[in-house]
Nanobody, 117 residues
Framework: QVQLVESGGGLVQPGGSLRLSCAAS????????MGWYRQAPGKQRELVAL???????NYADSVKGRFTISRDNAKNTVYLQMNSLKPEDTAVYYC???????????WGQGTQVTVSS
């Protein structure tokens, strides 16, 4: 099986920065897409950013220019650098990975990001 372990969440003031990490471990031959979703209280889970195995990226309009997704294939790790954070970025952030040999993507346990003064 596979595990995704996230880290880096926390409390930050508006305008601040955080960096999330998500490391995959277990029976992994190849990871295709990786990415981040988020879910705020009372709202549906929404896409934040995606990155393909070759480095192609895609972002939600609400985070373009502020967030940067990257990955280290040697470490099976995806990162989300979040700058210029706003209160509306407050949510639980979940990473996911599409892994060869498995029919469904794997999800992390979620990490809380709170943007507040």
């Amino acid at each position: 099986q596979v595990q995704l372990v996230e880290s880096g969440g926390g409390l930050v003031q508006p305008g601040g920065s955080l960096r999330l990490s998500c490391a995959a471990s277990g029976s992994i031959f190849k990871i295709y897409g990786m990415g981040w979703y988020r879910q705020a209280p009372g709202k549906q889970r929404e896409l934040v950013a995606l990155i393909g195995s070759g480095g192609t990226t895609n972002y939600a309009d609400s985070v373009k220019g502020r967030f940067t997704i990257s990955r280290d294939n040697a470490k099976n790790t995806v990162y989300l650098q979040m700058n210029s954070l706003k209160p509306e970025d407050t949510a639980v952030y979940y990473c996911y990975a599409v892994i060869s040999g498995f029919s469904s993507p794997y999800w992390g346990q979620g990490t809380q990001v709170t943007v507040s003064s």
